[in-house]
């Protein structure tokens, strides 16, 4: 993705941070500052979502023995690693409660990786890394955290300042062959 220039003919920061973004799964031990933690979570609640039914809630695990947790339930041990996750739940029936069976199935997890691309995107402007994690037990992290029922786990988010220098070596599908321009 090019540099890009808004209106005013100045490099767009949103582009910049867009281009910017990559999974990051070394971290190092540095604890992520909880003003940070919470700008993260303000990006998240700023996500678009059907009919503004916000169904998400969101769990910011710091606790050691949790990440270690979550880790396991995700077989990945990065996760651990990272001084904190942001567990990202879905609430279908928060949705559902306008929408129906579409609001339950589909809605809501639209609504809550809006949420989630926020956060990521929010780390990075931050200075800090991040990967989104969707492969885990969902059964094991809703144990562990004590969610409710109302509550389903969709993504891990581990946070942290990249260990080392790290860039994204992971190449993009060319435009011409994921988009149709009709005029």
């Known amino acids: 993705m090019g540099k890009k220039r808004g209106r005013a003919g100045v490099l767009n920061e949103v582009l910049e ?16 500052p ?51 996750c942001l567990v990202v739940c879905a609430e279908p029936e928060r949705s ?19 949420a989630t691309q926020n956060i990521l995107l929010a780390a990075t402007s931050l200075g800090l890394g991040a990967c989104w994690v969707g492969a885990f037990d969902e059964d094991a992290v809703s144990r562990l955290l004590e969610l409710p029922a109302c509550f389903r786990p969709v993504a891990l988010v581990p946070v942290g300042y990249p260990a080392g220098k790290q860039s994204c070596h992971c190449s993009r599908r060319d435009l011409a062959a994921v988009a149709r321009f009709l005029r």
């Open 17 to 32: 941070v867009l281009t910017a973004r990559h999974s990051v799964r070394a971290f190092r031990p540095d604890p992520v």
């Open 34 to 84: 909880a003003g940070d933690v919470n700008l993260m979570l303000e990006a998240a609640v700023r996500a678009p979502s059907a009919g503004n039914r916000q169904p998400w809630f969101f769990v910011a695990v710091e606790s050691r023995r949790v990440r270690e947790g979550l880790a396991r339930a995700a077989g990945q041990t990065f996760v651990a690693s990272a001084p904190v």
């Open 96 to 114: 559902a409660g306008v929408y129906g069976e579409r609001g339950r199935r589909l809605y809501c997890y639209q609504d809550t990786a809006a």
